[in-house]
RNA sequence: GGUCGUGUAGCUCAGUUGGUUAGAGCGCGUCGCUGAUAACGACGAGGUCCCAAGUUCGAAUCUUGGCACGACCA
């Protein structure tokens, strides 16, 4: 029955359909040639071609800046966005995937700056800003090889050479043509912003940058009287941080709803207002005694006016009025608010307001200046210049540095009587990351901003069309966001970015926007164009592109349009380069200046996918620029620019930690190598200063990327956030890939061996069912004996669900799906059909029946696999069409995705099958605990099935059971006798509803009730009743679930379905033949010691004194010698090299000599 | 401080509209197999489903309140 290896040996000399497969397989090695064969044959572009005129299915690449390394979590990124256009290619849709770049912004730089060895804004210009320029724009494509490379050797199938890059001119001026658009349609303005501030360098910081910098410090805190000429000698006691502040307040703020008392102080005999929670603190720390004089609520304070402590400006505007908008005159300043961003935790609940400094101050002042009427409204008071001192409008402290300045404006608040109490508070404030001992402040700035807020309602709205995944993103991070969405701050004073188009008349203010380059240069009068041509003509290699950057676009003049005098320049700002990758699903074509055609066909996108950080970065500047853009147009639907999108979960590290010293370690170390403490694991977050991950190369060359991709597909939705530990990469690799590589070459083997010859297939093609129908041998599924049945049905209903779940975006469910399908193929089908490979006649229909369905299986999960693993399938799909001689489809990924039969998807076959694993299962289960091995053969194992349902079926397939538990006879019963206790429980879903409250009474009436009873009252009457409290429940079938005890005392072992008990009685034949096995056994191992080919055969003695063993092996004889490849069996004393063994008390010789062919 | 998310086995994670025996893989242990063989397979141990209260006949699942962690924002 058994084929001996000399003879696949022989078979490698003839011809034969498939190359043999190395069992040692090095997936790193095959995904390099497997991308050779791509390039060789373009397969990209194939696959595109051949979709062209099909439906599109778009996808928009969120472009990577390459002025860094790629590292793990781009890998995650760019998988997902592989997986889905490739499925989709695959499921007929025409999907062209650009891939892109973002080059401008502050990273880009810093990083010049660090190159340069400089920081501050004032050396870039010392330096130079066109060398500058220049640097920044070489600088972006540092790393460029490193991402092709990376991009490539993923699999990651992208246009890299017709990418878009947002410093092209082309970008550039679609991205003009989005800003002139909305500066037309007045939602462009100049205002105000509060930004962080580092004043000694002289330009904002990213609140990136700000949170890298807290340091936890130690600031005055005051507390100041602000006298209320309402009240006699009653102030309100305001709290600040913020000494210097205190010149620029303007208004005063409480809490409408927090209780105030009026307190009297008799050390000074004045009264004092503030929140009436703070009384004993503030009494406290003052160790007086304060009276409760009365409250009220900070509603009843709102609209009192006060002094405040220095009169710089309020000598002058103290009594100003204006006009409100709903009537009536008030005070624009110096004037209690309300705020409920007021509390109690820490100071007075009266807060000193200086919207300068603060970027809350600031709104309390937009929103006190929207109650007046245009232009009566309060001013922003701010002393203080942009270097960070005050200006001569403070002449007290005329060019102090403000933080300086807060001890002697301390110092004054004591001499004038203002300052009620001085302390000191710790808390975290932020230094610029750069120099460390400069901390910042908020500053207001001019700044551009895009009118957002007036398209709210409409973000909101198009939001809700969008399928993002995980689904709360839409409510939640991203809805809220929207929610309290304020007006994008757009421009930026730094020079490498987009050129606000925006050119100002130097005569009248009066300002225009354009949107092209040729535009500008053909206005009257342009002239500076002259710069650029100068300097492409001293360094010829300059892109041409940088023509419409700073400086060379500055240069550029033209004559005002609205006075004949004036002359027009553009304003000095660059913009967000947030709003250049925002502007991509248009700009990415040049739109609209060229790529009509383009842009028309692909917008919006069905596909994009990015991780979390990307919330209020690229996922919210798409969709608020076109809602802004597009969102008017009737022609064009929600949602824009994306309709699925996929958010990533943050990518962590796994690590390894001392406990003691704080060192970090990639790998799994026993002993700290540093200081010998106790090493523990932690993951944290990725970081490049910590190094505590592994490059993605080092990935590919030790386990692939395909392992890497599988890793991050079938371990977990992509939305959660992912350990990337080469341990768990390398841990997932069994499960998946290499089963399924181990079951083809287990049939590459053997079709090499028996010569199955696809190739006789009339038109091979991608190797659907139709085509193999006309193989040499093929049998229709129908015809072909269950196990093939079987398997063919599981693969369709697999194809069912993984075709379903990716349709969802749903691909760690099709993952899983998979992963069981594959274990059922290895575990299941080809281990029960080993032995029809292994028959003798090569012609056998139910053999090659074997071979036709594993070939169409692996063909089919193949193609079902090759957007999630695309090398592995394309090395297997290659061997598999390779004696097809190009008759079928180059590539797999060239092939269609394999939709499901469900006309061969059997269930009750399904059910059967698995009903029969299970019995398998609990056999070897009942085995185990009775501590009797598999090679010990039983008499027969009894099967106590729960329902009789499936019995027959069972019944035909008592071989299989029979070697699997090995045992002489399998029996199945219904009545159980005392084997087994039926325990019958409610269905708890069906009476729940119908009995309420009496459940837990029907579940103990149950419990007490005698199972066989009501069983054998339902299967003759179809009915039943159980008596609770005096109340009869009828009972029908559905209402309760049979469970099968096993009882004490016999080797069985239950589950869900059925029991299983073991005839445990040996007989001594049986003890024999088990004896025979145990020989078996060692002369294998010993085989194995020798180090025996495994087609050498042998001459085999076995030596020993107990007759027990002696009588087992002459039974058995026959059995041995094939087992074991002996041409003869003595029972002799043993001679030469011997090794002494034992089974049990029997203790035997063995001798082997290689027996001469 | 706010918002959102997460908390289930040693680890990484599933868990469908609430239904009473909570799953998978890895790891670990025991064993098997030795013609897929530097593989492979079976079985097993391991859980206060973060805590508490509530709703319900019934809660890992729903509600509320805590706690812890993470992210974003302030």
Known sequence: MKKLLSEYMASKNQKSSFDPCDTNVSFPKIEESILEFWKRNDVYQQSLDQRVGRERYVFYEGPPTANGKPHPGHCLTRAIKDLFPRYKTMRGYFCERKAGWDTHGLPVEVEVCKELGIHAKEEIEEYGVEPFIQKCQSSVWQYMQQWEQLTERLGFWVKLDSAYVTYHQSYVESVWWSLKTFFDR??????????????????????????????????????????????????????????????????????ENIQYATVYDPEEDHYLIFAADLVEKIAAKMKRTLEVKSTCKGSELVGLNYQPPFDYFYKTNGN???????????????????????????????VHEAPAFGEVDYELLVSEKERFVDGQGPELICPVSPNGKFTNAVPDFEGQWVKDADKAITQKLKDSGALYLLDQYEHEYPFCWRADDDPLIQYPRESWFVKTTDFKDKMLANNQEINWLPEHIKNGRFGNFLESNVDWSLSRERYWGTPLPIWVCSKTGKMEALDSYDELIAKPGATGMEVWAEAKKSNPDLVEDLKVHKPYIDAITYDSPFDDNGTMNRVPEVIDCWYDSGSMPFAQWGYPHQGQQEFKEQFPANFISEALDQTRGWFYSQLAISTLLFGDD??????????????????????????????????????????????????????????????????FDQHGADALRWYFFANQPPWTSIIYSERAIKESIPEFLLRLWNVYSFFVLYANIDGFDPSSISVPGQLDAAALATGNGYRPIQQ???????????????????????????????????TSFVDSLSNWYVRRSRDRFWAEDKQDANKLDAYWTLFETLATVCKAIAPFTPFLSEAVWQNLTKSMGGASTLSVHLCDYPMANETLIDETLSRRMSLLREIASLGLSARMNAK??????????????????????????????????????VTYTTDAGDYVTYQVVPNFKLLGPRVGKLMPKVKSAFAAADGKTIL????????????????????????????????????????????????????PELIRSGLTRDVVRLVQDY??????????????TVETQSDELNQAIQENTDFLAGEVLAKEVNLNVAQGDTVERAIGEHTLKISITVAQE
Not at 648 to 665: N, S, T
Not at 794 to 802: A, F, G, I, R, Y
Not at 933 to 942: A, H, I, M
């Open 186 to 255: 007045g939602l462009l303005y100049k205002g105000h912003k509060i930004i962080w501030w580092w004043a000694q360098g002289g330009t904002a910081l990213s609140s990136g940058e700000v949170g890298q910098g807290y340091k936890t410090v130690k600031d005055p805190s005051v507390y100041v009287k602000f006298p209320l000429p309402d009240k006699e000698n009653t102030s309100l006691l305001v709290w600040t941080t913020t000494p210097w502040t205190l010149p620029s307040n303007q208004f005063a703020a409480v809490n």
């Open 320 to 350: 100003k009025t204006g006009t409100l908008k709903s009537g009536g005159r008030e005070n624009v300043a110096w004037r209690i608010t309300s705020a409920n961003f007021v509390t109690t935790d820490s100071g007075t609940g009266a």
């Open 634 to 699: 009737p022609d064009i639907k929600f949602p824009h620019p994306f309709e699925n999108c996929i958010v990533l979960g943050l990518m962590m590290a796994e690590g390894y930690v001392c406990a003691k010293c704080k060192h970090r370690f990639a790998d799994q170390v026993k002993k700290c190598t540093q200081c010998g403490g106790k090493v523990s694991r932690k993951t944290e977050k990725m970081s490049k200063r910590l190094r505590n991950y592994r490059a993605p190369n080092e990935i």
């Open 784 to 818: 072909r004996g269950e196990l093939d049945r079987w398997l063919i049905s599981e693969l369709n209903q697999t194809l069912k669900v993984v075709t379903e779940r990716m349709d969802n975006y749903d691909n760690y469910a099709a993952c899983t799906k998979l």
């Open 932 to 969: 009797l091995k598999v090679r010990q053969p039983l008499s027969g194992v009894t099967v106590v099935l729960n329902n009789p349902t499936d019995q027959a079926w069972l019944e035909t397939h008592d071989d299989l059971l029979k070697t699997e538990l090995n045992v002489r006879a």
């Open 1016 to 1067: 054998q009252s339902l299967s003759q009457t179809g009915k039943a009743t159980i008596e609770v409290d005096g109340q009869k429940v009828e009972l029908s079938e559905q209402d309760v679930e049979v469970r099968l005890q096993a009882n004490e005392g016999w080797a069985a072992a239950q589950g869900v379905q059925a029991v299983v008990v073991l005839s445990t009685e040996l007989t």
């Open 1087 to 1100: 085989r194995k010691e020798l180090d025996l080919q495994r087609t050498d055969r042998i001459k085999l």
